[in-house]
């Protein structure tokens, strides 16, 4: 508890430096009782099913990644229909659900970006990871840009491309290789790691063998498989652990630790999981900053799935 305390108080700090637009304590008059709302809902589904915390922190990163964390992925159409999250990206029930409730307490005042900001803390600490104070005052997007999801990273590039990614979005390779612990939880396609497990040669081959017991060379696109499979429903720092033994299940994964840049830093977050949470939480402060719209830009929707 003493650790989660003193990383909240430090992360408050990088909050409060971050941005001067958004502001922890924004609703604290105009809605006081919704970070109670959010966690309260999120503990139910995710109680209910504990990949969902790994959804809803997936379709958190997918917002942020696509012109910024403004809730376009929410929208019917646009980006849900993108190659990288058609029939992939999921939560979108939950957060109707949980606005659903918010609007009831405080109509027409909190945006679906915040509330998904909110819902994404919420599942990484039920899931046992860290928590952090969550910026607020985002705005909601009135268009959502289906090309520009290609600035999300693909499961297939190499480090020097992931590197870049996260760059052009001003989030470093710490930031990235931290980002990446995500993959503690969830679960990816066959389509996602097939050619890893029959064409890698970084795989550990009994974990290769295991996979392509459920992803054959061809058919069977949508059998999934954990992300980690050592602890598929905690977060930990167990992700890490998997990459150092040759069992990351995408190729990307395996590239943070593949004798390049990053492979001090995954060793590091193998030995010290507290320094895996605390740079974990200040990225995600920092990824949530990426271009919110502010002031009266964008509006609050009423239905986070379409624009008022």
Known sequence: MAFFTRSFLALS???CAATGQLSASFYDDTCPSLQ????????????????TGASILRLFFHDCFVNGCDASILLVGGERNAPPN??????FEVIAAIKSQVEAACRATVSCADILALAAQDAVALLGGPSWQVLLGRRDARTANETATRDLPSPFVDLSNLTSSFDHKGLSAQDMTALSGAHTIGIARCTSFRDRIYHD?????????????SCPPKGGDDNPAPLDLQTPDLFNNK????????????????????????DELVSCYVRNET???????AALVKMGNI???TGSSGEVRLNCSEVN
């Open 13 to 15: 700090l990088l909050a």
């Open 239 to 262: 992700y890490y652990e998997n990459l150092l033994s040759g069992r990351g299940l995408l190729h990307s994964d395996q590239e943070l630790f593949h004798g390049g840049s990053q």
């Open 291 to 293: 271009s919110p719209l």
């Open 275 to 281: 320094l895996f949470y605390e740079h974990f939480a």
């Open 86 to 91: 058609k029939d992939s990206v999921r939560g």
């Open 201 to 213: 040669a970084n795989i550990d081959p009994d974990f290769a063998a295991l996979l392509r017991q």
């Open 36 to 51: 109670s709302i959010v966690r309260s809902a999120m503990s139910q589904a995710v109680s209910s099913k504990r990949r």
